[in-house]
Nanobody, 126 residues
């Protein structure tokens, strides 16, 4: 099993920044792709960003391109999401996910992930 714990969420004003972290523990050697998803009240969970094992393959949802940056530190078993120029529509619970698939893949579908964190709330006030 792999446990994922997100941190770094909070309340921020429009245009502000937050950095989310996701620390993995347990059988982390089995984890390759890492991703971030979000879910706003009354909406489906949606893909935000993903990164493969080496960091050489990264995917972003169109609505975060140029504003969010995903990165990972394999020595610390941690993935990060740097969020800048935040908008009210970015308000959601942000979830970290881990995939045991191939090392070169940065999955974008929820069904491709094997483990999920509990989520961290991000609220952007206008």
């Amino acid at each position: 099993q792999v446990q994922l714990v997100e941190s770094g969420g909070g309340l921020v004003q429009v245009g502000g920044s937050l950095r989310l972290s996701c620390a993995a523990s347990g059988r982390t050697f089995s984890v390759y792709g890492m991703g971030w998803f979000r879910q706003a009240p009354g909406k489906e969970r949606e893909f935000v960003s993903a990164i493969n094992w080496s960091g050489g393959n990264i995917n972003y949802a169109d609505f975060v391109k140029g504003r969010f940056t995903i990165s990972r530190d394999n020595a610390k078993n941690t993935v990060y999401l740097e969020m800048n120029s935040l908008k009210p529509e970015d308000t959601a619970v942000y979830y970290c996910a881990a995939d045991r698939g191939k090392w070169f893949i940065a999955p974008i579908l929820t069904a491709e992930y094997d483990y999920w964190g509990q989520g961290t709330q991000v609220t952007v006030s206008s």
